[in-house]
């Protein structure tokens, strides 16, 4: 009985002595390179174990074949239970977009080691890219109580309140953010945006002059700084600004949308033509890109191409387009055909009610093509009635018009309305 026992201990002893010499000529190949003859060699062992099924999926890991991965992970976990397998199956189901499954492995580990607060906070993350916002938020307040000083936390629970839509508590988290991190990059241009948004200069200056000492190139907060300087008007501080983030990122949508607005506003045509025609070569769908070019046109009476860039406009996209409308029938009005100026100031105003100029124009073109006033004289009470405030100009005109009609019908016995 001893002596069956000695040699079945010995076999096994001799077995894996042989299965770790094969590992280790195994990791010599996958150290070298020679991963194919290494996942040859894992296949021909003909007792697989954890050991085998991990050294696969570590190999098919590093050529980025992840469900391989996954699956050789999986088959690992069925001979035994082992925190590093688990983890690396978690990030590589995110990987996959199998989320569920990941963020079920993190709640087992986290269950079984409720004070690991890297699991913690690798989960809360996980539920925030998953949208999982109200969890996140109570995992993000759980690890504040456990470390107060972490400044990553506080900026992960204001990102879970911007989700949540709450301005106040997600500012006050960036915050927090800042005094226990001031060099918090991400916090800080989260602070210059939320302020952007709130039209808190100071605060936006200051958090946009904090960021910048620190990362002068960083993009996001030099765009916020181009939003803020355009908003006042500021149009030249803006340029420097934009060519060094066109220099950064070069053929990017915002940088030539933004030089093409400022050289509009700056009357420097050419270049503004040039920006907006290189904002259609990135995004063709922009339609409000037509738009400007239109408007160009008609600054410089080039009303034929101002009728086409309109006109693109208005077939390119299906958003609100009074705008669009208005400038075409613009370009219409001053190629002497009023009455395709007439249709169009129409469309403009369906598309806008609240388009007050568009409103003025169809009363005023009615007016001077008909000599029926009835019709003109309505357009001028609507006028008169909704936009009375909006224009001196404009309404000392209406005025004038609906007491001239309604006097030449008294005078004639005809009824008006």
């Known amino acids: 009985m001893k002596k069956r026992i000695l040699i079945v201990l010995l076999f096994v002893v001799v077995k894996a002595g042989a299965q770790s010499s094969a590992f280790s000529a195994i990791d010599s190949l996958f150290e070298n390179g020679r991963y194919q003859i290494a996942l040859i060699k894992l296949k021909e062992i003909k007792t697989p174990s954890f050991l085998s099924n991990y050294k696969t999926a570590v190999i098919y890991e590093s050529i980025d074949n992840y469900k391989r991965t996954a699956y050789f992970l999986e088959q690992a976990l069925s001979f035994k239970e082992d925190k590093k397998a688990s983890l690396k199956l978690a990030k590589v189901y995110q990987k996959i ?16 080691d409720t004070l690991n607060l890297v699991l913690e906070y690798q989960l809360g993350k996980l539920y925030l890219t998953n949208k999982k916002i109200k969890k996140a938020t109570l ?8 470390d107060s000083t972490n400044a990553y936390y506080s900026y992960q629970l204001g990102l879970a309140y911007s989700y ?47 960021g910048l000492v620190l990362q002068p190139n960083h993009v996001s907060i030099n765009r916020i700084k ?17 060519l060094k983030l066109d220099s950064i990122e070069k053929m990017e949508l915002y940088n030539n949308t933004m030089l093409g607005k400022v050289y509009y506003n700056l009357e420097i045509f050419d270049k503004a033509k040039e920006r907006f ?9 922009d339609f409000k890109m037509f738009t400007y070019l239109g408007h ?27 705008e669009e409308f208005y400038g075409l029938a613009n370009a219409y009005y001053e190629m002497k055909n009023a009455k395709r100026a007439l249709v169009f100031y129409e469309k403009a105003f369906q598309e806008n009610t609240r388009n007050y100029k568009a409103k003025f124009q169809i009363a005023k073109i009615t007016d001077d093509l008909y000599k029926d006033k ?4 309505k357009h001028f009470k609507y006028y008169e009635e909704r936009f009375l405030d909006k224009d001196k100009e404009m309404t000392t005109y209406v005025s004038k018009r609906i007491s001239d009609i309604k006097k030449d019908y008294f005078m004639r016995g005809e009824k008006l309305e």
């Open 374 to 377: 009835k019709m003109a004289f």
């Open 97 to 112: 977009k199998k989320s569920d499954k990941s963020i079920a492995i993190y709640e087992n580990l986290l269950a079984k």
């Open 296 to 322: 160009i046109d008609m600054k410089q009476k080039n009303f034929t191409s101002a009728m086409m860039n309109y006109y693109r406009a208005t077939i390119t996209d299906k958003h609100k387009r009074d």
């Open 139 to 146: 995992i993000f307040k759980d690890l504040i109580k456990k």
């Open 164 to 210: 949540l839509s709450k301005r106040n508590k997600m500012i006050n988290s960036f915050i927090s953010t800042y005094k226990k991190d001031s060099t918090h990059i991400k916090a800080i241009s989260k602070l210059a945006l939320s302020f952007f948004k709130l039209r808190d200069k100071d605060s936006t200056y200051l958090f946009i002059d904090r």
């Open 226 to 242: 181009v939003n803020q300087l355009y908003r006042e008007k500021k149009y030249e501080e803006t340029i420097p600004i934009l």
């Open 277 to 285: 025609k290189n904002a259609l070569k990135i995004d063709s769908e």
